[in-house]
């Protein structure tokens, strides 16, 4: 990549940074929903801030939300505040179910496309380290689900510019984990998810967002543990 095509990725990430992470647009995350102006919430994550935070569904904990619809992240303090939001990779195929023993082919790359899907749930997330001893934080460990870092390799200049790209499409392209930018997850996930427990809530794409609560009502945290 040229030092211009890098640059030019480089303030095409910022741009998305500022449209989609703005001090405003956070503080305007925070203030939707009925809880504070009796208004309807907008988007798919409005809507589950709103639940979650009237229902104290993250027990105090830091949580984030993932909107795959979106392929964006934002990540909340205990309280229910927004800190900051980015654009995400996620895994190729769309779906919201993990694919029976694909966390231990994730182990070796060998996952099949119609594999890579991202699930949606409700997960109780530990900060750990995958075999290569990268810090990451943990989702699902059974399943090898977690969010990271943008890694080192022949492909990370090509993720980069997907990351830049406003086509969702673009953004669907990891095995199935939640891999954000490095500077992000370093100032953001790292000190706010990445010291003890947190809720992360993957939001479905092939089912209402109600299921998320509904289903989450009746079963258990989806947990990290191993």
């Excluded at 940074?17 to 001090?23: D, E, K, N, V």
């Excluded at 779906?95 to 991202?118: F, H, K, L, S, Y």
């Amino acid at each position: 990549m040229s030092l211009v095509h890098r640059r030019s990725v480089t303030f095409a990430l910022a741009a998305l940074f500022a449209a989609a992470g703005s001090p405003a647009a956070l503080a305007h995350a925070n203030a939707s929903g009925p809880a504070a102006d009796g208004s309807t919430p907008r988007t798919a994550t409005d809507q589950a801030w709103q639940h979650i935070v009237q229902a104290a569904d993250h027990r105090g904990l830091p949580f984030a939300i993932v909107d795959k619809q979106q392929a964006l992240l934002t990540v909340f303090d205990g309280r229910g505040h927004p800190i900051a939001r980015t654009p995400v990779l996620l895994g190729l195929a769309p779906g919201d179910d993990i694919t029976p023993g694909v966390g231990q082919r994730a182990q070796t790359g060998n996952v099949a496309p119609q594999e890579r899907t991202t699930p949606a749930g409700r997960f109780e997330a530990e900060p750990g380290r995958n075999v290569q001893g990268e810090d990451i934080v943990w989702l699902d460990y059974d399943a090898a689900f977690a969010i990271h870092r943008l890694r080192p390799g022949p492909s990370k200049q090509a993720r980069e510019q997907r990351l830049a790209s406003p086509r969702l499409a673009d953004r669907r392209v990891s095995l199935g984990c939640v891999v954000v930018p490095v500077p992000f997850y370093e100032n953001v996930i790292a000190p706010v998810l990445g010291r003890g427990r947190s809720v992360v809530y993957v939001l479905p794409e092939t089912r209402p967002l109600q299921t998320l609560f509904a289903r989450a009502d009746t079963l258990p945290l989806r947990t990290a543990a191993r």
